[in-house]
C-alpha cells in the first residue's frame, strides 16, 4: 500500500465474488479561495490530477492577481490592500 493512500478513507467493499476488500475514496474537491478575505472563487472544482492534464492557459485567469478575488484584486492594484 503507497504512503499516500494511507490517509484516505477507507470503504469495505463486498465483490461479486464474495471477497471483502478495502478500497480508497477519493477525496472531495473544495472551492479555491480567495488568498486575502477567504471567499470562493468562480473557478471549476478540479482534482490536482485533473489540473496537470490542463494548458497553462486553462489553469488560471490571464490577469494581475489570480489568487485573489476580484473585490480584493482592484483593492491591490489601487494601492488600499497590502
Do not use: D, W
Not at 475514496?25 to 490536482?48: F, P
Amino acid at each position: 500500500m503507497k504512503r499516500s493512500e494511507r490517509t484516505r478513507l477507507r470503504v469495505k467493499i463486498r465483490t461479486p465474488g464474495g471477497r471483502n476488500v478495502y478500497r480508497f475514496k477519493q477525496r472531495r474537491v473544495g472551492h479555491a479561495t480567495c488568498g486575502k478575505c477567504g471567499c470562493k472563487l468562480n473557478r471549476a472544482r478540479l482534482t490536482k490530477i485533473q489540473v496537470k492534464k490542463l494548458t497553462k492557459v486553462q489553469k488560471r485567469p490571464s490577469r494581475p492577481y489570480p489568487e485573489l478575488c476580484s473585490k480584493c484584486m482592484r483593492l491591490k492594484i489601487k494601492g488600499m490592500l497590502k
